[in-house]
């Protein structure tokens, strides 16, 4: 039942074009969900990392997310934000990003959003 549940979610997240990715402080490891991939227009061989990922969204937005995620890691802060990629093919789309951090003894560990 329980590998059915997963299944089931992650076929869900990917017919709504739901992406998921979760960063890994200590071992500077993201990890992104097949949506993440087809939501950027990029291949399962693209290798994520925090720096990657913020560089895919348009210049004027980047410095948002990059303020956002540096709250989320220094201070605990989730995020909300309306942000716009283009993709390698050249299509523009807007994302609506919410994140969070998962701390422990008030140091951030991960991010996920």
Known sequence: MV??????L?????????G?????IENNLMSWNEAVFQIHG??????????????????????FLKTSIDNA???????DLELK?????????WLHSIGRAIREDDKTIRLES
């Open 3 to 8: 590998q059915f549940s997963e299944d089931f």
């Open 20 to 24: 998921l990715w979760s960063y890994d």
């Open 73 to 79: 890691i220094e201070l605990g802060k989730p995020w």
């Open 42 to 63: 990029l291949d399962q061989d693209f290798e994520p990392s925090l720096n990657a990922m913020t560089e895919l969204f348009i210049a004027e937005y980047q410095e």
């Open 85 to 93: 990629i283009q993709t390698p093919s050249g299509v523009t789309k």
């Open 10 to 18: 992650s076929w869900t997240l990917l017919q709504t074009t739901t």
